[in-house]
């Protein structure tokens, strides 16, 4: 699990560009939020660092805290100070309007950081972050598609429905695995709008129906 940001890490990403979630700070405080997942280094000069979607996401959180009257607690599911996608097979899925409220925000910041770092600001693929983090972006567009993530159970009761996304052997791809035939197809629908390219599959042993799903490139 991703460490809480410090307090002097939360101070430099409270002061991010509420926009473009540009930061300012020094350089071995900037790359420490590189490694936690917080923040990017642009690709191109002047190589700025912004807001990752988790980075986007705390700093959102404390502007809620500020805002919120004492003794309130912060969202279920934040608990860790991070955001985190939901992958399947989580404890306790949230599925209430502050998950929601999370995960739109998410998607959000994970807009803006395609129109900063795509060529041509386009949006509607993904970007470098992305394909460094496949199984949480590809998760992201799934939950904030209204999908609904698998819970603990690994059987095939009513329990072990919902998507599960996991990482495969293959470069930039993904696994996308759900029981059900018609929640499969809206999965791969979903992450195809999102900008990716999705395949399906049968496991040779099983015959179970999954999906490969890659970042497109253009």
């Known amino acids: 699990m991703t460490r809480p940001p410090t307090a002097a890490q939360r101070r430099v990403i409270d002061a991010a560009d509420p926009a473009t979630g540009r930061l300012r700070g020094t350089a071995s405080g900037l790359a420490a939020l590189v490694r936690q ?28 805290e500020v805002a919120a009257p004492a003794g309130t607690s912060a969202p279920a599911g934040s608990a860790s100070g991070v955001f985190s996608a939901r992958v399947g097979g989580e404890e306790g899925v949230d599925v209430g309007p502050s998950r929601t409220r999370e995960v739109h925000s998410a998607w959000q910041g994970l807009l803006e950081m395609r129109r900063m770092t795509n060529t041509g ?36 009761g009513s329990g072990a429905a919902g998507y599960r996304v996991r990482a495969t ?19 791969a629908v979903t992450l195809e709008k999102a900008g990716w390219q999705v395949s399906e599959h049968t496991e040779p042993r099983t015959g179970v129906r999954y999906l490969l799903a890659s970042p497109r490139r253009s």
């Open 121 to 156: 600001g386009v949006t509607d693929r993904p970007c470098a972050w992305e394909r460094t983090h496949l199984v949480q972006a590809a998760a992201l567009a799934l939950e904030e598609a209204g999908l609904r993530p698998a819970g603990t159970n690994t059987g095939t």
């Open 169 to 187: 052997p293959q470069p930039e791809a993904v696994a996308v695995r759900e029981p059900d035939a018609e929640a499969l197809r809206e999965c």
């Open 37 to 64: 997942g917080l923040a990017f280094r642009h690709p191109r000069p002047p190589h700025d660092h912004f807001l990752t979607p988790a980075g986007h996401r705390i700093r959102e959180e404390t502007t809620a």
